[in-house]
């Protein structure tokens, strides 16, 4: 996959960005925004906890010599698996692995997954579908490792293509709770000036965890997401100014920031 290219120069201006990932996956980011000029201002609007039950995981992992694909739908589905598979002799030699996307596959990479595959271009189910490898699996066992719940698209389009699909679900996803008083007060002093946004699960929590009078704020100030089911989400909800970055990694939402900050208007193919 071609890795998005940040412009060879540019300033934030002290842009005042809000990151909403979880508090363990924001420290790249925030540096990034704090390398550009730019001030990163931590709000984890997702809570990664364990399942509520690791057993029906375990048990898939105790027989990965019988997968013949194991599918990762986030890097925090490779952060969660990847230690007890390796309690159990490892990933099996020819096991296919792929990944929802670069993020996903680069968490594999830190393990030694040196070759997985990864759609060239998106980060979804849709993009991850279109993969010649994942249109043959008539008779195939596919596991999906994920977090608790989430889309079926992918499950039931492999089944539908013949495969047996089992789900090994190693993360139970959460809102946080947490005094948002003194966010609240940055943003009415005009302090954030963009929020970054990386799921629909997440904006609906920042929504919620915000209030009716921090919701107002959320919909005025320009909004930075990674997919488009996630910006259409935002203009339900009333947003108004809103990008999506070229990819899901931490270079392509600092590129979006630095073209939001060089041209603060909306772009126009970026409306929803």
């Given amino acids: 996959m071609q890795r998005p290219l940040l412009p060879p120069s540019g300033d934030l201006h002290s842009l005042g960005v809000l990151v909403t990932r979880p508090?363990?996956?924001a420290d790249s980011l925030c540096r990034l925004i704090e390398r550009?000029?730019?001030?990163?201002?931590?709000?984890?609007a997702l809570l990664i906890s364990e399942p509520q039950d690791w057993t029906p995981a375990l048990a898939i992992f105790d027989r990965l010599a019988e997968v013949d694909l194991a599918v990762f739908t986030s890097a925090n589905a490779v952060d969660r698996a990847l230690l007890p598979i390796r309690e159990r002799g490892g990933l099996p030699p020819r096991l296919e692995i792929a990944a929802i996307g670069k993020a996903t596959a680069q968490a594999?990479?830190?393990?030694?997954?040196?070759?997985?595959?990864?759609?060239?271009?998106?980060?979804?189910?849709e993009a991850l579908l279109a993969l010649p490898l994942l249109q043959k699996v008539g008779g195939q066992?596919?596991?999906?490792?994920?977090?608790?719940?989430g889309r079926e698209l992918l499950a039931e389009t492999l089944t539908a293509r013949g495969a047996t699909v089992i789900y090994a679900e190693v993360?139970?996803?959460?809102?946080?709770?947490?005094?948002?008083d003194a966010l609240l007060k940055?943003?009415?002093?005009?302090?954030?000036g963009a929020v970054v946004i990386a799921s629909s699960e997440t904006l609906l929590n920042l929504f919620d965890m915000l209030g009716?009078?921090?919701?107002?704020?959320l919909r005025k100030t320009p909004i930075i997401t990674v997919s488009t089911r996630t910006r259409?989400?935002?203009?339900t909800l009333g947003c108004h100014s809103l990008r999506l970055a070229q990819a899901a990694s931490d270079d392509a939402i600092a590129a979006a920031l630095l073209e939001l900050a060089a041209n603060p208007s909306p772009l126009a193919g970026n409306a929803p």
């Fill in 23 to 25: 508090a363990h996956q």
């Fill in 36 to 44: 550009y000029g730019g001030v990163a201002i931590r709000c984890p």
């Fill in 108 to 125: 594999l990479a830190r393990y030694g997954v040196a070759h997985c595959l990864q759609p060239e271009a998106g980060f979804n189910s």
């Fill in 141 to 149: 066992t596919v596991v999906i490792v994920r977090g608790e719940g």
């Fill in 171 to 180: 993360y139970r996803r959460e809102r946080p709770t947490m005094d948002l």
């Fill in 186 to 192: 940055r943003w009415q002093r005009g302090e954030i």
């Fill in 212 to 217: 009716i009078a921090g919701q107002d704020d």
């Fill in 232 to 235: 259409q989400l935002a203009a």
